[in-house]
């Protein structure tokens, strides 16, 4: 069996297969690279692939990306980069994508609580009380979304895919990227639930 030729993407700088034409993380357009000779009495079977399902390679902003092609789901998930997460489709059991408020930005009412109570100059209390309305909008405005994977040794991980402000470019991608997955997973067999708060 001749060995693979591997291929640096020259957009995001990982190792790929030859044989593709698109970078399975960046979705770049990869370099021509001479491929290995097929020897005459091997089998002409095409690889493994899902018909309408195009690879995608999702940027989800600071530094997350999460990956989606014919054998596997990836997903660099660490903010400022780090290790990428590769699954197999053959071990996902279950998908679950979650998209909830951004609460988070709710601890600033306590700051408001404390400088409205206890401020000692006005200039304070109108600070805390700006703190407050603040925290309230990212809450309203903006969603996190999540994705967690179920696999078959009962392992669940979760991948926390970013936040997105409602109606941006960024949460079209999101929504786009969930299209994708719920698609791809549908013709493995691996259902995709969602739940919206």
Not at 4 to 23: I, K
Not at 140 to 151: A, D, I, K, P, S
Request: proline share 10%; aromatic share 6%.
């Amino acid at each position: 069996m001749p060995a693979e030729v591997l291929v640096m993407c020259s957009a995001c700088g990982r190792p790929q297969s030859a044989a593709r034409r698109r970078c399975a993380f960046c979705n770049a357009e990869l370099p021509e690279a001479p491929l290995p000779p097929r020897s005459p009495d091997a089998l002409e079977s095409p690889a493994p692939s899902l018909p309408g399902v195009t690879p995608l390679a999702l940027d989800l902003g600071n530094r997350r990306v999460l990956a989606v092609n014919d054998t596997q789901l990836s997903f660099q998930g660490r903010p400022g980069g780090g290790p990428t997460l590769d699954v197999p489709w053959a071990r996902v059991r279950r998908l679950e994508w979650r998209t909830r408020p951004y609460y988070e930005p709710l601890g600033l009412l306590a700051f408001t609580v404390l400088g409205l109570f206890w401020a000692p100059t006005q200039a304070v209390r109108i600070m805390s009380f700006a703190g407050g309305v603040i925290g309230l909008l990212l809450v309203v405005l903006y969603r996190h979304h999540g994705l967690t994977l179920e696999l078959d040794d009962g392992t669940r991980m979760q991948w926390p895919l970013g936040m997105a402000l409602k109606g941006s470019a960024r949460e079209a991608r999101l929504k786009a990227a969930r299209a994708t997955l719920a698609d791809a997973g549908r013709m493995r067999g691996v259902p995709l639930n969602g739940s919206d708060a």
